[in-house]
């Protein structure tokens, strides 16, 4: 099982980006799926969440100015940020809690590489 990220880069105070990640391999099926930062010197933090029926949550920082989705078809979470600010640069990690058989009583955890978001004011 692999998680690609995509769509980091540098954007100016006030602009969008929207970061997907594709899960890709032997999937039975993928449950709950995540976006996650880490800024350099700090604790990677949690960012949105979402379940595999839709249910999302955020970090206060974040609320109101992003949005987590997923495609259950293309195996893909979103992560759509507007009204970006300086503080949110970071390298931004997805997340996703994967049965990989039917067979498997739990879940395994994958992460994906990471995607660097750069915000200048």
């Known amino acids: 099982v692999q998680l690609q990220a995509f769509g980091g880069g540098l954007v100016q105070a006030g602009g969008s980006l929207r970061l997907p990640c594709e899960v890709s391999?032997?999937?039975?099926?993928?449950?709950?799926m995540g976006w996650y930062r880490k800024v350099s010197g700090k604790q990677r933090e949690l960012v949105a969440a979402?379940?595999?029926?839709?249910?999302?949550n955020y970090a206060d920082s974040v609320k109101g100015r992003f949005t987590i989705s997923r495609d259950n078809a293309k195996n893909t979470v979103y992560l759509q940020m507007n009204s970006l600010k300086p503080e949110d640069t970071a390298v931004y990690y997805c997340n996703a809690d994967i049965k990989t058989t039917w067979r498997n009583p739990t879940t395994t955890n994958y992460w994906g590489q990471g995607t660097q978001v750069t915000v200048s004011s």
């Open positions: 979402i379940t595999s029926g839709g249910i999302t």
């Open positions: 391999g032997i999937i039975y099926n993928i449950y709950r």
